[in-house]
């Protein structure tokens, strides 16, 4: 057993006893209240799930483990040279609760390289695809294809003992994480470089090595890379992609079926392809006024208009948070430090100056501050990648890290299978009828 397992299964034995006991002494105390606007709003803020990696705070944002972005920052190992945290330090810190040291993370990035080897059947399965189709398909496609692979669907056919389940899963997330960027590389290569593809360069760390065969060489993106990774691996259980994760695997299906499943709730307009969108709208308003450098006033009229027109400020907003992004924060602070004469990342401060009082005036908005999604197509287009359709990517390739980790704890634990009940609207009139004496009208 490896270093990291057996420390995963120390801690994961060690919290399912205390569980079992909470449950025990306390399982019939009820620690959240359903109203109606839930009901019917997505079941947004409903209590209702266990998420060991990360917990969101409305005011003070992410926390891993219980340390905030900006604490991993200085906390969590760099690459020789490097000031950005590595995301398997990251990945490390999520699965067992404890900062690597550098030795751990350097065994963790050399465990992944031995693990990284993409079945060449999973190449001519994107090979088959239009090239035309979002990249966002083909990596869904691409990890559909590796999943005969999976060591937890081989051994549970084999007749596995439910106890076991944590450890294929754990072997399958390892194997998944390794491999991703690879596969996401040469979608990358395949769509918009003519399928010249780069071979991985085995002395790079896991986000080092994701650039290398993106072809984006400059070390200055290798960090941002790493940044990336690491703030968007991981956002509580409750988002869209991670909750899919752990609803598809409470069923036992396995973390391939898992993955892609939370890939194809990631590429919705609504959670991870909102990156896109973002600098989509940045890119209409500087052709709309004709100017790479526009003044706070002219961006305050453009973002009146987008808003009288019926739509939305794409970046800005969050379902949970009421303060700014740490993670916005976290990319401003890199983009302070290293690309101060972006026009772009400019556009994108004076935005973040101006767009939340105008929310704000509207009197509905309860977070008008900027997400992770409003910064980092700046920051991408100033190192070269343009291809906005493969942000989203890059987005999946880090969620994967928590979601992943999410779902060995979900099988230490012996989760059980997601099953909420579900009402009619006519159910919902005869109840408040009996229960509050409420006359509904008949539609």
Same mark, same amino acid.
């Given at each position: 057993?490896?270093?990291?397992?057996?420390?995963?299964?120390?801690?994961?034995?060690?919290?399912?006893?205390?569980? /079992?006991? %909470?449950?025990?002494?306390?399982?019939?105390?009820?620690?959240?209240?359903?109203?109606?606007?839930?009901? $019917?709003?997505?079941?947004?803020?409903?209590?209702?799930?266990?998420?060991?990696?990360?917990?969101?705070?409305?005011?003070?944002?992410?926390?891993?483990?219980?340390?905030?972005?900006?604490?991993?920052?200085?906390?969590?190992?760099?690459?020789?040279?490097?000031?950005?945290?590595?995301?398997?330090?990251?990945?490390?810190?999520?699965?067992?609760?404890?900062?690597?040291?550098?030795?751990?993370?350097?065994?963790?990035?050399?465990?992944?390289?031995?693990?990284?080897? !993409?079945?060449?059947?999973?190449?001519?399965?994107?090979?088959?695809?239009?090239?035309?189709?979002?990249?966002?398909?083909?990596?869904?496609?691409?990890?559909?294809?590796?999943?005969?692979?999976?060591?937890?669907?081989?051994?549970?056919?084999?007749?596995?003992?439910?106890?076991?389940?944590?450890?294929?899963?754990?072997?399958?997330?390892?194997?998944?994480?390794?491999?991703?960027?690879?596969?996401?590389?040469?979608? $990358?290569?395949?769509?918009?470089?003519?399928?010249?593809?780069?071979?991985?360069?085995? =002395?790079?760390?896991?986000?080092?090595?994701?650039?290398?065969?993106?072809?984006?060489?400059?070390?200055?993106?290798?960090?941002?890379?790493?940044?990336?990774?690491?703030?968007?691996?991981?956002?509580?259980?409750?988002?869209?992609?991670?909750?899919? @994760?752990?609803?598809?695997?409470?069923?036992?299906?396995?973390?391939?079926?898992?993955? =892609?499943?939370?890939?194809?709730?990631?590429?919705?307009?609504?959670?991870?392809?909102?990156?896109?969108?973002?600098?989509?709208?940045?890119?209409?308003?500087?052709? @709309?006024?004709? @100017?790479?450098?526009?003044?706070?006033?002219? &961006?305050?009229?453009?973002?009146?208009?987008?808003?009288? =027109?019926?739509?939305?400020?794409?970046?800005?907003?969050?379902?949970?948070?009421?303060?700014?992004?740490?993670?916005?924060?976290?990319?401003?602070?890199?983009?302070?430090?290293?690309?101060?004469?972006?026009?772009?990342?400019? &556009?994108?401060?004076?935005?973040?100056? !101006?767009?939340?009082?105008?929310? @704000?005036?509207?009197?509905?908005? /309860?977070?008008?501050?900027?997400?992770?999604?409003?910064?980092?197509?700046?920051? %991408?287009?100033? $190192?070269?990648?343009?291809?906005?359709?493969? $942000?989203?990517?890059?987005?999946?390739?880090?969620?994967?890290?928590?979601? %992943?980790?999410?779902?060995?704890?979900?099988?230490?634990?012996?989760?059980?299978?997601?099953?909420? /009940?579900?009402?009619?609207?006519?159910? !919902?009139?005869?109840?408040?009828?009996?229960?509050?004496? !409420?006359?509904?009208?008949?539609?």
């Amino acid at each position: 057993m490896d270093l990291l397992k057996q420390l995963f299964y120390e801690k994961s034995q060690a919290l399912g006893k205390e569980v /079992k006991e %909470l449950l025990k002494e306390h399982g019939d105390k009820k620690v959240d209240d359903v109203v109606l606007e839930q009901v $019917y709003g997505g079941m947004r803020d409903i209590t209702c799930m266990i998420w060991e990696p990360s917990l969101l705070d409305p005011e003070e944002g992410i926390r891993f483990r219980g340390y905030s972005i900006p604490e991993l920052r200085e906390k969590l190992p760099r690459a020789p040279g490097g000031k950005e945290p590595l995301p398997e330090g990251l990945f490390w810190l999520m699965l067992v609760g404890s900062i690597p040291n550098k030795e751990q993370v350097k065994w963790l990035t050399e465990n992944w390289v031995r693990r990284s080897n !993409v079945p060449e059947h999973v190449f001519r399965t994107i090979d088959a695809l239009p090239l035309e189709t979002h990249p966002m398909t083909q990596l869904s496609v691409g990890v559909m294809a590796m999943q005969n692979t999976s060591v937890f669907a081989q051994r549970y056919t084999s007749g596995m003992n439910k106890t076991e389940y944590w450890d294929a899963t754990y072997e399958d997330t390892m194997n998944l994480v390794a491999r991703l960027p690879r596969l996401a590389a040469y979608i $990358y290569r395949r769509m918009y470089h003519g399928n010249n593809q780069i071979l991985p360069d085995i =002395s790079l760390d896991w986000g080092g090595n994701y650039a290398h065969m993106l072809g984006m060489e400059e070390e200055g993106f290798k960090e941002y890379m790493r940044l990336f990774l690491t703030i968007h691996a991981d956002h509580e259980g409750g988002n869209a992609s991670a909750h899919t @994760t752990h609803l598809v695997g409470s069923t036992l299906s396995d973390p391939y079926l898992s993955l =892609s499943a939370a890939m194809n709730a990631l590429a919705g307009p609504l959670h991870g392809l909102a990156n896109q969108e973002v600098i989509r709208w940045i890119q209409k308003m500087v052709d @709309t006024l004709g @100017t790479s450098k526009p003044s706070r006033e002219q &961006i305050s009229e453009y973002v009146k208009s987008t808003l009288a =027109s019926g739509r939305v400020i794409p970046g800005y907003g969050h379902a949970v948070l009421r303060k700014p992004d740490p993670r916005f924060m976290a990319q401003r602070q890199f983009a302070e430090d290293n690309v101060q004469e972006s026009d772009l990342v400019k &556009i994108v401060w004076k935005i973040f100056d !101006v767009v939340p009082p105008i929310l @704000t005036s509207l009197g509905k908005v /309860k977070n008008p501050w900027p997400n992770v999604d409003a910064h980092s197509g700046a920051l %991408l287009i100033h $190192y070269g990648m343009r291809e906005y359709n493969y $942000y989203t990517v890059l987005f999946a390739v880090s969620r994967a890290l928590g979601v %992943l980790s999410a779902q060995c704890w979900a099988r230490a634990l012996g989760l059980p299978l997601e099953r909420p /009940k579900s009402v009619t609207t006519a159910w !919902v009139k005869e109840y408040l009828a009996k229960e509050y004496n !409420v006359a509904v009208a008949e539609s």
